[in-house]
C-alpha cells in the first residue's frame, strides 16, 4: 500500500524556517518523480515543488524561488521541503504528491504550517 | 503560466441528477506528438487530501467509479457526475501538467440540492 507521511509543521514567525519532511513506502521511490502542494486555510490548492527522480530537475513555483528548496534522499524512501525566510501568505496545510510531469496519483495528509508573530 | 480557469464556483444538484464542471485553460495542454491532454481531475472532500478522479483529460483512475467522466481537448475541459450521489459532495479541481507551474483551477463546490 502507497503511503505519504508528511511531518515538520508548526508554528513559526515571519522571516524564520522550517524543514518539511515526506516519507514514502509501499512503492519503489527512486522510480517517481515527487512534489509539494500546499492549500492555505479555506482556499484552493497550489503546486509548490516538483523534484525529478535523480534530484537533476527541480521546479518552483515563482512566489517561493529563493526561498524553498527541493530535495530528496532515495535510500531513505523521503522527500524535503526547506522553506526558509517565510511568510504570513505561505501559511497552508502542505501535502506531498506522487507525480512531477505526471498527474498526482498519491497524497499525503499534509502538514499545517503556520507563519505568525 | 497557464491558467486555469473552472466554471462555475458552485453548483448544487439533486441526487441522482448530473453534475458538469468546465475548466479551460488559458493555453493549449495537448501534446500533440502523443495526442495526450495534460489534464487532470481532483475530488476533496473537508479535511482530506485531494483525490485523481481522472487524468489525460478522459482517463478514469483505478477504482473511480463509472458516474464520473472527463472530456474535452486543446483548451477546453469537462468533469461529468452522471448520477449525483451523496458521497459526491466535495470541492472538485482541474489541473494541468503540461508545463511548469503546474497550476489548479480555482475549484467547484458541488452540493445536493
Known amino acids: 500500500e502507497v503511503q505519504l507521511v508528511e511531518s515538520g509543521g508548526g508554528l513559526v514567525q515571519p522571516g524564520g524556517s522550517l524543514r518539511l519532511s515526506c516519507a514514502a513506502s509501499?512503492?519503489?521511490?527512486?522510480?517517481?518523480?515527487m512534489g509539494w502542494v500546499r492549500q492555505a486555510p479555506g482556499k484552493g490548492l497550489e503546486w509548490v515543488a516538483t523534484?525529478?527522480?535523480?534530484?537533476?530537475?527541480?521546479y518552483y513555483v515563482d512566489s517561493v524561488k529563493g526561498r524553498f528548496t527541493v530535495s530528496r534522499d532515495n535510500p531513505k524512501n523521503s522527500v524535503y521541503l526547506q522553506m526558509n525566510s517565510l511568510r504570513v501568505e505561505d501559511t497552508a496545510v502542505y501535502y506531498c504528491?506522487?507525480?512531477?510531469?505526471?498527474?498526482?496519483?498519491?497524497w499525503g495528509q499534509g502538514t499545517l504550517v503556520t507563519v505568525s508573530s | 503560466d497557464i491558467v486555469m480557469t473552472q466554471s462555475p464556483d458552485s453548483l448544487a444538484v439533486s441526487l441522482g441528477e448530473r453534475a458538469t464542471i468546465n475548466c479551460k485553460s488559458s493555453?493549449?495542454?495537448?501534446?500533440?506528438?502523443?495526442?495526450?491532454?495534460?489534464l487532470a481531475w481532483y475530488q476533496q472532500k473537508p479535511g482530506q487530501p485531494p483525490k485523481l478522479l481522472i487524468y489525460?483529460?478522459?482517463t478514469r483512475e483505478s477504482g473511480v467509479p463509472d458516474r464520473f467522466s472527463g472530456s474535452g481537448s486543446g483548451t477546453d475541459f469537462t468533469l461529468t457526475i452522471s448520477s449525483l450521489q451523496a458521497e459526491d459532495v466535495a470541492v472538485y479541481y482541474c489541473?494541468?501538467?503540461?508545463?511548469?507551474?503546474?497550476?489548479f483551477g480555482g475549484g467547484t463546490k458541488v452540493a445536493i440540492k
Open positions: 489525460w483529460a478522459s
Open positions: 509501499g512503492f519503489t521511490f527512486s522510480d517517481y518523480w
Open positions: 493555453q493549449s495542454v495537448l501534446y500533440t506528438s502523443t495526442n495526450n491532454n495534460y
Open positions: 523534484i525529478k527522480q535523480d534530484e537533476s530537475e527541480k
Open positions: 504528491a506522487r507525480g512531477g510531469w505526471s498527474p498526482s496519483d498519491y
Open positions: 489541473q494541468q501538467y503540461y508545463s511548469a507551474p503546474l497550476t
